[in-house]
């Protein structure tokens, strides 16, 4: 009996322990959460001395989180490795046709076209032909839009600019329609910028028929 009182008693700080290591970060939870209950008006302190202070206080904390972190998770790790294994071993989705690249290409082909000549809208600076136009899309393969540009594979760049006539070959003939006239892409080039997180945007200038222009 006596025993296990002992034991009971030698457990006993531990609780106190983890109390007192709260406490002392307790001012720096608050700080974090009244940094994130208003990011973008939270005070900032004209004392450097200060804003020294949270600085430090805040990589204290990250230490602290970090390190118990790997505490918690450090036994665990072979199981993790063991998972991710497994994840591994399973089989890749087989690559896509070229029929298929072409036919999903096609939708974002149409898409596009569709998008770009919603936007060719009258404007004034439409008699100069120098009214802007963009299109967002996404394209999560970058295989598809290796496809809808000919690139013969998926793209390398980051922004490129084609000529128009290249652009209407690959997307379509684009041309937008208003009361008594018609609207074409008036720049001579289109610029085509790609993230590799699948995000795409076109841009480029429309308006009226340009003499000095071959549509």
Same mark, same amino acid.
């Given at each position: 009996?006596?025993?296990?009182?002992?034991?009971?008693?030698?457990?006993?700080?531990?609780?106190?322990?983890k109390?007192?290591? !709260? *406490?002392?970060h307790? &001012?720096?939870?608050a700080?974090? !959460? %009244?940094?994130?209950? !208003?990011?973008? %008006?939270?005070?900032?302190?004209?004392? #450097?001395? @200060?804003?020294?202070?949270?600085? @430090?206080?805040? *990589?204290?904390?990250?230490?602290?989180? #970090?390190?118990? $972190? &790997?505490?918690?998770?450090?036994?665990?790790?072979?199981?993790?490795?063991?998972?991710?294994?497994?994840?591994? *071993?399973?089989? *890749?989705?087989?690559?896509?046709?070229?029929?298929?690249?072409? +036919?999903?290409? #096609?939708?974002?082909?149409?898409?596009?076209? %569709?998008?770009?000549?919603?936007?060719?809208?009258?404007?004034?600076?439409?008699?100069t032909?120098?009214?802007?136009?963009?299109?967002?899309?996404?394209?999560?393969?970058?295989?598809? /839009?290796?496809?809808?540009?000919?690139?013969?594979?998926?793209?390398? /760049?980051?922004?490129?600019?084609?000529?128009?006539? +290249? /652009?209407?070959?690959? $997307?379509?003939?684009?041309?937008g329609?208003?009361?008594?006239?018609?609207?074409?892409?008036?720049?001579? #080039?289109?610029?085509v910028?790609?993230?590799?997180?699948?995000? /795409?945007?076109?841009?480029?200038?429309?308006?009226?028929?340009?003499?000095?222009?071959?549509?």
């Amino acid at each position: 009996m006596s025993s296990s009182k002992r034991k009971a008693d030698e457990s006993a700080p531990a609780p106190a322990k983890k109390a007192r290591g !709260n *406490a002392a970060h307790a &001012a720096t939870v608050a700080l974090v !959460n %009244s940094i994130l209950a !208003n990011p973008k %008006s939270y005070p900032i302190s004209g004392d #450097e001395q @200060v804003v020294r202070k949270s600085l @430090v206080d805040l *990589a204290t904390y990250a230490r602290t989180l #970090e390190q118990q $972190v &790997a505490a918690l998770t450090g036994p665990a790790a072979p199981v993790a490795s063991s998972s991710k294994a497994v994840a591994q *071993a399973a089989p *890749a989705k087989p690559a896509k046709t070229q029929a298929e690249l072409e +036919e999903a290409a #096609e939708k974002i082909r149409r898409a596009a076209q %569709s998008g770009i000549k919603k936007q060719m809208t009258w404007k004034p600076s439409c008699k100069t032909g120098s009214a802007k136009w963009s299109y967002d899309g996404i394209c999560p393969v970058p295989e598809v /839009f290796g496809a809808l540009m000919g690139l013969g594979g998926p793209p390398k /760049f980051k922004m490129k600019k084609i000529s128009t006539d +290249e /652009f209407q070959r690959l $997307v379509g003939p684009i041309q937008g329609s208003v009361r008594y006239d018609t609207l074409y892409i008036t720049s001579n #080039e289109v610029t085509v910028r790609w993230s590799d997180t699948g995000e /795409f945007k076109f841009s480029g200038s429309y308006g009226k028929w340009q003499p000095s222009k071959d549509y």
